[in-house]
T-cell receptor, first 112, second 114 residues
Framework: GDSVTQMQGQVTLSEDDFLFINCTYS??????LFWYVQYPGEGPQLLLK?????NKGISRGFEATYDKGTTSFHLQKASVQESDSAVYYC???????????FGLGTTLQVQP | AQTIHQWPVAEIKAVGSPLSLGCTIK??????LYWYWQATGGTLQQLFY??????VESVVQLNLSASRPKDDQFILSTEKLLLSHSGFYLC?????????????FGPGTRLLVL
C-alpha cells in the first residue's frame, strides 16, 4: 500500500545549524507531497506543498524537492532557530478520497 | 477568513461512557471535512471524511461514528468508550477531495479514557 517513511524520530541541533530531515514515499502514482509542522498542543499546520507540476516548495526558509527518481521529499533548512522546534510530518496526498497519509514524524529540538 | 473550532478542548471520560466531539467551520461554505486521531506520541490517522451534509465515509474502524448534521458541523461520537480511544482528535477541512488540496487542521480535542 501507499506509505511514507521518516527514519529520524528525533533530531537535536543548535541554532544556525543545517537541518535535513529524510522522507521517502511509496505509491503507484505521482502524489502531491506535503510537509506539516505541529507545535505542542496544537493541530498540524501546512509548512509547504509540492505537486508534480512544480517540483520544489519553499516556505519560511524551509525547502523540499520532489524527486520522482528516488521517491524522496527531504526537508532542509540552512539555519535553524529555537522557534523551529516542533514535530515535522512528511505527508502523502492520497488521491480522490482526501486521505492524507502521515509519516511517523520527526521531533526537532533546537538548542539556543 | 476561515476559522475552525473544536469542542471540548479536553475531556476525561470513563471506559464505557458515551462521547461526542464537535467541529465547526466558519467562513467557508460546503467544505470537505475530516476527522483524524493521533495517539499520544504517535502519528495522525484519518478516521472519516465528508463531502456534504448527511454523507460520511469511514476510513478506519475504531468503534467510532461520525455525522455531518449541518454544512459547517462535523460530529464524532461513540456510545461506549474504550481505553484505546485516548488520544488527540483533530478536525480538518479542505476545498476539494483531490489530493492536491491542502487540509487545514483545528486546534484538536485531547481525550483521556480511564
Amino acid at each position: 500500500g501507499d506509505s511514507v517513511t521518516q527514519m529520524q524520530g528525533q533530531v537535536t541541533l543548535s541554532e544556525d545549524d543545517f537541518l535535513f530531515i529524510n522522507c521517502t514515499y511509496s505509491t503507484t502514482w505521482y502524489p502531491t507531497l506535503f510537509w506539516y509542522v505541529q507545535y505542542p498542543g496544537e493541530g498540524p499546520q501546512l509548512l509547504l506543498k509540492v505537486t508534480t507540476a512544480n517540483n520544489k516548495g519553499i516556505s519560511r526558509g524551509f525547502e523540499a524537492t520532489y524527486d520522482k527518481g528516488t521517491t524522496s521529499f527531504h526537508l532542509q533548512k540552512a539555519s535553524v532557530q529555537e522557534s523551529d522546534s516542533a514535530v515535522y510530518y512528511c505527508v502523502l496526498g492520497g488521491g480522490n478520497t482526501g486521505k492524507l497519509i502521515f509519516g511517523l514524524g520527526t521531533t526537532l529540538q533546537v538548542q539556543p | 477568513a476561515q476559522t475552525i473550532h473544536q469542542w471540548p478542548v479536553a475531556e476525561i471520560k470513563a471506559v464505557g461512557s458515551p462521547l461526542s466531539l464537535g467541529c465547526t467551520i466558519k467562513g467557508k461554505s460546503s467544505p470537505n471535512l475530516y476527522w483524524y486521531w493521533q495517539a499520544t506520541g504517535g502519528t495522525l490517522q484519518q478516521l472519516f471524511y465528508s463531502i456534504t451534509v448527511g454523507q460520511v465515509e469511514s476510513v478506519v474502524q475504531l468503534n467510532l461514528s461520525a455525522s455531518r448534521p449541518k454544512d459547517d458541523q462535523f460530529i464524532l461520537s461513540t456510545e461506549k468508550l474504550l481505553l484505546s480511544h485516548s488520544g488527540f482528535y483533530l478536525c480538518a477541512w479542505s476545498l476539494d477531495l483531490g489530493d492536491q488540496d491542502t487540509q487545514y487542521f483545528g486546534p484538536g480535542t485531547r481525550l483521556l479514557v480511564l
